[in-house]
T-cell receptor, first 114, second 114 residues
Framework: DAGVIQSPRHEVTEMGQEVTLRCKPI?????LFWYRQTMMRGLELLIY????????DSGMPEDRFSAKMPNASFSTLKIQPSEPRDSAVYFC????????????FGPGTRLTVL | KQEVTQIPAALSVPEGENLVLNCSFT??????LQWFRQDPGKGLTSLLL?????REQTSGRLNASLDKSSGRSTLYIAASQPGDSATYLC?????????????FGGGTRLMVKP
């Protein structure tokens, strides 16, 4: 398997623009996680899905952020409108069924909002 | 709210030294604890996972221990090599009901000098 795939790898946009980050989890994994990493706050869980259903979105910073998982092989994280403080590296991770399953991380999307 | 702390934040050692990285967490009701490695510009790679009922896990030159009652874990790296240079993060999963949600520490940035 190619591992968790994220696109784009880098995104530079201007404040107010809509940003869409994409993730393809490892085939057969039924958990999908979105994280954000910044120097100030470290690595934070934003939202996670189980079998395409959002389970916990308490980490989503505000209504400007939304995430979807229309099928088992694709998820998006959307920011609309984007702000400079959203600049961070966004990671997607997936894991197989079971509460002890290791999470496999994608390479991340580095987002810069000017 | 679970808080995870890692000390030291940065560490520089000469090649060949044995070293210990520390992780502490405030809520001892964890389900498991994981240690990850992150290389610059890359995603996270899981190194070791310790279930709450276990005391330690070993993989090659790495040994992770867990003292759940005191809220501590250590990652021991034997005979360090320059290739071990990376940021090491620990993360805990709370009780079974919390699913696979990970709470991360801030990481220890390790530099092994040749």
């Amino acid at each position: 398997d190619a591992g968790v795939i994220q696109s784009p790898r880098h995104e530079v946009t201007e404040m107010g623009q809509e940003v869409t980050l994409r993730c393809k989890p490892i085939s057969g994994h039924d958990y999908l996680f979105w994280y954000r990493q910044t120097m100030m706050r470290g690595l934070e869980l934003l939202i996670y899905f189980n079998n395409n259903v959002p389970i916990d979105d308490s980490g989503m910073p505000e209504d400007r952020f939304s995430a979807k998982m229309p099928n088992a092989s694709f998820s998006t994280l959307k920011i609309q409108p984007s702000e400079p403080r959203d600049s961070a590296v966004y990671f997607c991770a997936s894991s197989s069924p079971g509460l002890s399953a290791t999470q496999y991380f994608g390479p991340g999307t580095r987002l810069t909002v000017l | 709210k679970q808080e995870v702390t890692q000390i030291p934040a940065a560490l520089s050692v000469p090649e060949g030294e044995n070293l210990v990285l520390n992780c502490s967490f405030t809520d001892s009701a964890i389900y498991n604890l994981q240690w990850f490695r992150q290389d610059p510009g890359k995603g996270l790679t899981s190194l070791l996972l310790i279930q709450s009922s276990q005391r330690e896990q070993t993989s090659g030159r790495l040994n992770a221990s867990l003292d759940k009652s005191s809220g501590r874990s250590t990652l021991y790296i034997a005979a360090s090599q320059p290739g071990d240079s990376a940021t090491y993060l620990c993360a805990v999963t709370l009780s079974r009901d919390a699913g696979n949600m990970l709470t991360f520490g801030g990481g220890t940035r390790l530099m092994v000098k040749p």
